[in-house]
């Protein structure tokens, strides 16, 4: 079964920074691509930065050069570290993944992803 349980959300201000961590089962961890999604209220889902098995990466275009996805891979634990952020970045963080389809599809199409975590509130003030 698959699970997955953010932490690690909060406020910060503008300009600030913040990592969040998605603790994943060791077989996901180990087998399948995994990504960090959000949603703001009113908003559609969008995808943020996904991870493939190999450890190759993709982001969205609003926070390339800002945002890092990555591994620790003896703890099976996924990172997003969030620099420079911006008050358009607030948002209910989700990590995610799903065997049927590949990170770049889901990157694209969120909504068709099947398994998510619980979420962790990412607020940014101007």
């Known amino acids: 079964q698959v699970k997955l349980v953010e932490s690690g959300g909060g406020s910060v201000q503008a300009g600030g920074s913040l990592r969040l961590s998605c603790a994943a089962d060791?077989?996901?961890?180990?087998?399948?691509?995994m990504g960090w999604f959000r949603q703001a209220p009113g908003k559609e889902r969008e995808g943020v930065a996904v991870?493939?098995?190999?450890?190759?990466?993709s982001y969205a275009d609003s926070v390339k050069g800002r945002f890092t996805i990555s591994k620790d891979n003896a703890k099976n634990i996924l990172y997003l570290q969030m620099n420079s952020l911006k008050p358009e970045d607030t948002a209910m963080y989700y990590c995610?993944?799903?065997?049927?389809?590949?990170?770049?599809?889901?990157?694209?199409?969120?909504?068709?992803?099947?398994?998510w975590g619980q979420g962790t509130q990412v607020t940014v003030s101007s």
């Open positions: 995610a993944t799903d065997v049927r389809m590949t990170a770049i599809q889901a990157l694209g199409f969120p909504d068709l992803v099947g398994y």
């Open positions: 060791e077989y996901t961890y180990s087998n399948y691509w």
């Open positions: 991870i493939d098995s190999d450890g190759s990466t």
